[in-house]
């Protein structure tokens, strides 16, 4: 009797091969369920760190561009050129810099691959 009774005991303590199986699987439910959100909130913050930093671009190109008092489109341009090349945007794939010449002055534009527009930038001289 004493040999069951510690067989007993010992076959108690741990799990089975069963209940193992059961508890991975429960995991693996609850990582697909929660995945899917994990990254939707990754992609947001990619999206709102290539926001900031086109509105940095922006920033520093009129802070250059009133540092040097040049208010003529091809300087203007060639700021806006360093700057974006000078950032992390330039390195991001799917953003782009656009730069037109309007009769009014000078349109600098950072866009996404969707053509959403992360920041824009008007100059008149």
Same mark, same amino acid.
């Given at each position: 009797?004493?040999? %069951? #009774?510690?067989?007993?005991?010992?076959?108690? +303590?741990?799990f089975t091969l069963i209940e193992l199986v059961g508890g991975l699987a429960m995991l693996g439910m609850l990582f697909g369920f929660f995945y899917p959100a994990?990254?939707?909130?990754?992609? $947001?913050?990619? /999206? %709102?760190?290539?926001?900031?930093? $086109?509105v940095i671009v922006m920033a520093n190109v009129l802070e250059r561009i009133e540092a040097a008092g #040049? +208010?003529?489109? *091809?300087?203007?341009?060639r700021? %806006? +050129?360093e700057e974006f090349a000078a950032s992390p945007l330039a390195a991001c794939s799917g953003v782009r810099a656009m730069e037109r010449e309007t009769d009014a002055g000078c349109v600098l534009v950072i866009r996404r691959a969707n053509? *959403? /527009?992360? $920041?824009?930038?008007?100059?008149q001289p």
């Open positions: 009797m004493n040999g %069951f #009774a510690y067989q007993r005991r010992t076959r108690e +303590r741990g994990l990254r939707g909130v990754r992609d $947001a913050q990619r /999206v %709102f760190e290539r926001e900031s930093c $086109a #040049a +208010r003529d489109t *091809a300087s203007v341009r700021v %806006f +050129r053509d *959403a /527009v992360l $920041a824009r930038l008007e100059i």
